[in-house]
């Protein structure tokens, strides 16, 4: 049996039933939306934050680890913990500030 098999069959064995305002009564009963407040909260003192380390550190320490962890990388030798554990906070980052973002606007 094939897709069109199945439409065929379901059609002809169609039943409406009435909604009587059935649908609307369960929307009114769900949940209000939650706020966005904790996400935005989050995105922004993730921002402070790396603002105020780069302030502090400058941006080279962090370009210097990258660029050692891709030199490694790039030479089959195994890199420092300290360019690894920078890549991963990296990530971690970025998934934490998108998730935010995107968890919000679903919201």
């Not at 169609?14 to 009963?29: A, H, K, L, M, T």
């Not at 209000?32 to 080279?60: D, H, Y």
């Not at 030798?77 to 606007?105: C, E, K, M, N, R």
């Amino acid at each position: 049996m094939n897709d069109q098999d199945f439409k065929k069959i379901f059609s002809a064995h169609r039943v409406d039933i009435p909604d009587e305002g059935f649908s609307e009564r369960i929307i009114r009963q769900l949940p209000e939306r939650k706020s966005i407040l904790p996400q935005i909260v989050v995105v922004v003192f993730t921002i402070a934050g790396l603002t105020i380390t780069f302030a502090i550190q400058g941006v080279t320490p962090l370009i210097e680890q990258f660029n050692s962890l891709i030199t490694s990388v790039s030479r089959m030798q195994i890199p420092s913990p300290v360019s690894i554990i920078t890549y991963i906070s990296a990530l971690a980052l970025t998934g934490i500030i998108g998730f935010s973002v995107a968890h919000a606007d679903a919201v």
